[in-house]
């Protein structure tokens, strides 16, 4: 069965840095998009960054463009996040998500797996 299954979070200070990992089993990693999504206490579930099956193409939330990078590494099934300059306000359960597409996904409800999520803490 698929699994995702991410790793990374942690509590770092504003301004720090965290590179969170999503590491997918029991599917053809190459011919999904991936996507990293987030969720706040009492807040709906938000798009953070996608990448294309190729990884070629990538797509990210205002919020974090100039800050967050997504890329994947097909040989070791694996798509990361890496986060700089992070704020309070990046402070969020973060999960990952794949869809069997070619184009980078940024829509929540177009994703067919989930991650169970990592937390992630900015502290001001």
């Known amino acids: 069965q698929v699994q995702l299954v991410e790793s990374g979070g942690g509590l770092v200070q504003a301004g720090g840095s965290l590179r969170l990992s999503c590491a997918a089993s029991g599917l053809t990693f190459s011919s999904y998009a991936m996507g990293w999504f987030r969720q706040a206490p009492g807040k709906e579930r938000e798009f953070v960054a996608a990448i294309s099956w190729s990884g070629g193409s990538t797509d990210y939330a205002d919020s974090v463009k100039g800050r967050f990078t997504i890329s994947r590494d097909t040989a070791k099934n694996t798509v990361y996040l890496q986060m700089n300059s992070l704020k309070p306000e990046d402070t969020a359960v973060y999960y990952c998500?794949?869809?069997?597409?070619?184009?980078?996904?940024?829509?929540?409800?177009?994703?067919?797996?989930w991650g169970q999520g990592t937390q992630v803490t900015v502290s001001s």
């Open positions: 998500a794949a869809k069997s597409s070619r184009r980078v996904i940024l829509k929540r409800y177009e994703y067919d797996y």
